[in-house]
């Protein structure tokens, strides 16, 4: 089996040297656990160090969201762009309440389509899919998009990270999101003595054995990093 690396330091090690290649992973978590930060960071260190484009499709949000996390983290993507081996798009989920399932499907990875192949593109990240679950308003067609979403870009030759926002309880708003994936990662706050602190934790990864645990993750300058030791 292909792996690809995650770029995340420690995260490797966890899961029998990266990402299946080519698979859909979900990354999940609640407001400000780091999804955003290990898109970025999933692209980048693809980029720079293993040579491999990438594309992000930002769904919701504005420019200065990225520019800040780029300036924090200190992730000279502006080069990575300049070299042709990262792109950028950003989507309005009102634009997508005028098509049906079917336009919508066929409308989003055509354009998909015509961007990683413009660059050869490994590695894609859709943050996030929240806005098309409540966009489409049901539950049934959220899936079925997900599903030839996931099964295009695999074809496509790429391993793609689909971030989901968490809310109460669940992994995912709508619960359909985790069985359409070869692989969950699971980004949250974890109660401790002296307070919160953020963990990762893997809670699905196709063909790969794991540890059911949660792992101490820092963020820095430098971006994600996982401790040696779980929680």
């Known amino acids: 089996m292909e792996r690809i690396k995650t770029g995340i330091p420690g995260l490797d090690n966890l899961i029998e040297g990266g990402f299946p290649h080519p698979s859909s992973i979900l990354v999940t978590g609640p407001p400000g656990a780091g999804k955003t930060i290990f898109g970025l960071q999933y692209l980048y260190k693809g980029a720079k160090d293993y040579n491999e484009a990438g594309f992000m499709i930002k769904i919701e949000g504005y420019e200065t969201d990225l520019s800040w996390y780029i300036e924090r983290m200190n992730f000279d993507i502006p080069a990575m762009q300049k070299k042709g081996k990262l792109i950028i798009s950003t989507y309005d989920p009102v634009d997508f309440e005028k ?35 409540f966009s489409l308003n049901d539950k049934a067609a959220f899936r079925t998009l997900l599903y030839y979403m996931s099964k ?16 109460g309880e669940g992994l995912t708003p709508f619960e359909v999101e985790p069985f359409i994936m070869d692989g969950v990662i699971e980004l949250a706050f974890t109660p401790r003595e002296e307070g919160l602190i953020q963990t990762l934790m893997v809670r699905k990864m196709k063909a790969t054995q794991f540890p059911l645990a949660r792992y101490v993750m820092e963020i820095s300058d430098k971006g994600l990093s996982l401790a040696t030791s779980s929680y």
């Open 152 to 167: 295009a870009l695999k074809e496509m030759g790429c391993t793609t990270l689909f971030i989901s926002e968490k809310t």
């Open 99 to 133: 098509f049906e399932l079917r336009a919508l499907h066929s409308e989003i990875i055509l354009q998909m389509r015509k961007i990683i192949q413009s660059i050869e593109a490994k590695r894609v990240v859709i943050d996030s899919i929240t806005p098309l679950g």
